[in-house]
């Protein structure tokens, strides 16, 4: 199980492995909110244990005026939970809610909901609150407009046709087709954030957007 850091800030992101923690961190410099830290919790399987090691942390680093604080909640203000939603959007966000229950942290009703409590807690499923997905399948909206995606549409089209072919996340092999026409086509979906492969401003990443100024 992947540690938590030491405690930077008061607001804390709580992410799904390397490629979400190195687009979020992208995607927070763009945004220019350096007051939020970025943790990769690593899998799906993994946030219970991580959330609970994180509420019973004592680790504070470069925050002197806090030496004395016990709890948690008197340090840290602001938690934000981003989860794939994989096959099931709803069943994702019950699992995340789960874990933070059992971590005893606060517990949103709903995605993207803040909750009053302290630490306040929100939750961001991807690609959306009611679809199946993942991280790829947002990405993967932000080309769909342009003439390059009729092209992997055909590459796709044609390599379905092939024996033995069965694509099981074809949102992240179309994620990788798009990187691989870019100067660098071996970086990770992450990486090419940090490259400015993503655009930012595209309406597909309105809702992280959002997600992301309201922690």
Same mark, same amino acid.
């Given at each position: 199980?992947? $540690?938590?850091?030491? +405690? !930077?800030? #008061?607001? *804390?992101?709580?992410?799904?492995?390397?490629?979400?923690?190195?687009?979020?961190?992208?995607?927070?410099?763009?945004?220019?909110?350096?007051? +939020?830290? +970025?943790?990769?919790?690593?899998?799906?399987?993994?946030?219970?244990?991580?959330?609970?090691?994180?509420?019973?942390?004592?680790?504070?680093?470069?925050?002197?005026?806090?030496?004395?604080?016990?709890?948690?909640?008197?340090?840290?203000?602001?938690?934000?939970?981003?989860?794939?939603? $994989?096959?099931?959007a *709803?069943?994702?966000?019950?699992?995340? *809610?789960?874990?933070?229950?059992?971590?005893?942290?606060?517990?949103?009703?709903?995605?993207?909901?803040r #909750?009053?409590?302290?630490?306040?807690? #929100?939750?961001?499923?991807l690609?959306?609150?009611?679809?199946?997905?993942?991280?790829?399948?947002?990405?993967?909206?932000?080309?769909?407009?342009?003439?390059?995606?009729?092209? +992997?549409?055909?590459?796709? $089209?044609?390599? *379905?046709?092939?024996?033995?072919?069965?694509?099981?996340?074809?949102? !992240?092999?179309?994620?990788h087709?798009?990187?691989?026409?870019?100067?660098?086509?071996?970086?990770?979906?992450?990486?090419?954030? !940090?490259?400015?492969y993503?655009?930012?401003?595209?309406?597909?990443? #309105?809702?992280?957007?959002?997600?992301? $100024?309201?922690l």
């Amino acid at each position: 199980m992947i $540690e938590p850091q030491p +405690i !930077k800030s #008061t607001t *804390q992101l709580f992410v799904e492995g390397n490629d979400q923690r190195n687009f979020f961190e992208a995607f927070r410099d763009h945004l220019s909110l350096d007051h +939020i830290q +970025i943790q990769n919790f690593g899998g799906v399987g993994d946030l219970p244990g991580f959330l609970q090691a994180f509420v019973g942390t004592d680790q504070f680093e470069d925050m002197d005026e806090f030496e004395d604080v016990v709890e948690l909640k008197d340090i840290v203000e602001s938690i934000g939970i981003v989860r794939d939603a $994989e096959e099931s959007a *709803q069943s994702a966000f019950q699992s995340v *809610q789960s874990s933070l229950r059992n971590a005893g942290l606060p517990v949103p009703s709903c995605p993207r909901e803040r #909750t009053d409590d302290a630490p306040a807690v #929100t939750v961001l499923i991807l690609p959306n609150d009611n679809s199946p997905g993942m991280l790829e399948t947002l990405l993967c909206q932000t080309f769909a407009a342009s003439p390059l995606n009729d092209c +992997i549409d055909s590459y796709f $089209e044609c390599v *379905q046709t092939l024996p033995d072919i069965n694509m099981r996340r074809p949102h !992240k092999a179309r994620a990788h087709a798009y990187i691989a026409t870019q100067p660098q086509p071996h970086l990770s979906v992450g990486v090419a954030a !940090k490259n400015g492969y993503w655009n930012f401003n595209h309406s597909a990443f #309105t809702a992280v957007r959002r997600f992301l $100024e309201t922690l």
